[in-house]
């Protein structure tokens, strides 16, 4: 079965820092995507950044980007310039690229990231 | 409009109580999910609906009850719940069950049972 590490329960960042957030997953399988939700203290969980696996290319969406170590099967979250904005819970998750009751997010524990002023 | 809505945001039952939980997408999702999320514990998969149709029931308790009656509405029914079922309960929607399908939350029912 596949697992989801995030080893950090919480980490902090002074405002317009960089902040990289850790997570490894294991699993059997060559086909498969991961994913960083945030979810802000008001709860709503938010997709963040996605990686497909057979993609070499670290994904990247403005301040948020990954890097993607498919062969030690690491997956961590980079902020840059990181704003309060940015202060939430973060969650990694796994999802088989093999569809069906095998395609459901498999998701890490959390990381809690504080942003300081 | 949030694309996800959850009601009750706060519920406090007991034991013996009969109590639902309601979800609804605006987003033309295909499919829908209920997870627990407990303190310190990954999130857990609870129940997917596809099409209305249920698709997986990951060991759950029957004291969870689902009901699907259409694609744009999910609930949860309970019933003699226990102190450990305590926890927040997120919805959530997608296109169908697509693996590279994004998943949609709702904010979430924070459920206390005494």
């Known amino acids: 079965a596949q697992t989801v590490t995030q080893s950090q329960p919480e980490m902090s960042v002074q405002e317009a820092e960089t902040v990289t957030l850790s997570c490894t997953y294991d699993?059997?399988?060559?086909?498969?995507?991961l994913f960083w939700y945030k979810q802000p203290p008001s709860r709503q969980m938010i997709l963040v950044i996605r990686q497909e696996a057979y993609k070499q290319q670290n994904a990247t969406e403005n301040r948020f980007s990954v890097n993607f170590q498919k062969a030690a099967k690491s997956f961590s979250l980079k902020i840059s310039d990181s704003q309060l904005g940015d202060a939430a819970m973060y969650f990694c998750?796994?999802?088989?690229?093999?569809?069906?009751?095998?395609?459901?997010?498999?998701f890490g524990k959390g990381t809690k990231l504080s942003v300081k002023p | 409009e949030t694309g996800v809505t959850q009601t009750p945001r706060h519920l406090v039952m007991g034991m013996t109580n009969k109590k639902s939980l309601k979800c609804e997408q605006h987003?033309?999702?295909?499919?829908m999910y209920w997870y627990k999320q407990s303190a310190k514990k990954p999130l857990e998969l609870m129940f997917v609906y596809n099409f209305k149709e249920q698709t997986e029931n990951n060991s759950v308790p029957s004291r969870f009850s689902p009901e699907c009656p259409n694609s744009s509405h999910l609930f949860l029914h309970l019933h003699t719940l226990q102190p450990e079922d305590s926890a927040l309960y997120l919805c959530?929607?997608?296109?169908?069950?697509?693996?590279?399908?994004?998943?949609?939350f709702g904010e979430g029912s924070r459920l206390t049972v005494l």
């Open positions: 998750a796994y999802r088989s690229g093999y569809g069906g009751s095998q395609g459901n997010l498999i």
């Open positions: 699993t059997s399988e060559s086909d498969y995507y």
């Open positions: 987003l033309g999702h295909n499919a």
């Open positions: 959530a929607s997608s296109l169908g069950e697509r693996v590279t399908g994004e998943l949609f």
